[in-house]
């Protein structure tokens, strides 16, 4: 008796912009033909490839985490080359070092950053007049840039149409498990339609905040993960803050960038900005967490703690806040790193679980896969 092949070769749980990196990339470098992508929302990039802070990372960011800054400076020329369309670089961006409360000194931090090669430089006094001298002991001119995710999902569907990726928005998957024939079986449930079963031979689980909703037998990740609910708020700065970029390290201070999705800028704050936070788990929705939570800005504390720093920011405008869960490995709770999470889970032989921590450690989740064997 011949044995069923199954439906798929590859099911992509989300459609962000990891789950649509990974399809293209298995379509195009794999040789993997039935492809689907599987979206919970109505459209591919909707929840934490836009909800953020749009930054890509040059590793000025992680002075306390050598890894995740090295790795950054790896990885951003080549993310600048890959999507050219998408990052914005006509701003200038600024680090600035607070005299007290900080974890790193000036003088650190100008160390650091040529153990790691990237470019820094004092900032003209016209820029460091931006700051109260009695609070920051230095500004340095360094080179960072962001993205525009709405451009980022335009590449996505794009690309995944020309690779042949089935997409499938507005569904749900809520199992995985074992099938026969070293076959896995996906429960996936449309918003509008009746629950059925695929089959495929691998399954990518790249959910992001839900790595660890699923049933059947799936295992759950091994790496512990935290979940916080954060603000961004959505600004538009005065006239003496547009074109800039600007971040105060390193301790309870705040990052101030261009949104290139919409224009505007996004204020955050490491004190006011994650508004709740839990240890992951099965049966702790994130997603219905995030729902059920009131979103009361905080926007008014970070503006009144941000101007004591940065006077002018006292002159723009709150035009609104996104609100998402951000999705952290607990063991990187004190460096700050960022690195990916890759696992392979042994009871679900197929079933890999990704993390990605920053848009730019795609590079690191690809390198992973280049050594691992596909059978098509």
């Known amino acids: ?41 109505p459209a591919l990039l909707m929840r934490a490839s836009y909800n953020n802070q749009a930054r890509v990372h040059n590793g000025y960011h992680y002075p306390r985490s050598f890894t995740t800054a090295y790795r950054s400076r790896i990885n951003l020329p080549n993310f600048v080359r890959d999507w050219p369309e998408a990052v914005k ?29 990237a470019r820094i430089q004092p900032a003209e006094p016209a820029l460091r007049a931006l700051f109260e001298p009695r609070l920051i002991e230095a ?9 525009d995710s709405t451009k980022l999902a335009s590449w996505a569907a794009r690309e995944l149409d020309a690779c042949g990726v089935q997409i499938r928005l507005a569904t749900r998957v809520t199992a995985i498990s074992n099938g026969p024939n070293n076959t896995l079986q996906v429960a996936v449930k449309p918003d509008r339609g009746a629950e059925e079963l695929i089959t495929s031979r691998y399954v990518f689980n790249c959910t ?54 919409r224009g505007l800028h996004t204020l955050s704050h490491v004190r006011y900005t994650p508004h709740l936070h839990w240890n992951d788990a ?21 503006v009144r703690d941000v101007g004591r720093y940065l006077p002018a920011v006292l002159d723009a405008k709150y035009v609104e806040s996104l609100f998402e869960v951000k999705t952290i490995l607990v063991k990187n709770e004190g460096d700050d790193g960022r690195p990916i ?36």
Do not use: W
């Open 1 to 41: 008796m011949p044995v069923a092949e199954p439906s798929h070769d590859a099911v992509i749980i989300g459609g962000g912009f990891y789950g649509a990196a990974i399809a293209i990339y298995l379509a195009k470098q794999r040789g993997l033909k039935r492809i689907v992508l599987i979206e919970r929302e």
């Open 89 to 117: 670089q006509d701003f200038t961006k600024l680090y600035a070092i607070a005299r007290r409360n900080s974890k790193v000194t000036a003088k650190q931090f100008e160390r650091f950053c040529r153990e790691i090669g």
């Open 139 to 147: 500004v340095f001119l360094v080179e960072e840039y962001a993205f």
């Open 208 to 261: 992001y905040s839900g790595l660890n909703q699923f049933k059947g037998d799936f295992p759950g990740t091994q790496t512990g993960l935290k979940q916080e609910i954060t603000e961004m708020a959505l600004m538009q700065v005065p006239p003496a803050l547009a074109g800039l970029g600007i971040t105060v390290m390193d301790g309870p201070f705040f990052s101030m960038m261009p949104f290139p999705a």
């Open 282 to 302: 099965q049966g702790i929705d994130p997603y219905q967490k995030l729902k059920d939570y009131e979103r009361a800005t905080r926007v008014d504390r970070m």
């Open 341 to 376: 999470l890759f696992e392979k889970h042994l009871e679900l032989p197929g079933c890999y679980s990704v993390l990605g921590g920053k848009i730019d450690n795609i590079y690191d989740a690809l390198e992973k896969l280049e050594s691992e064997d596909f059978y098509v």
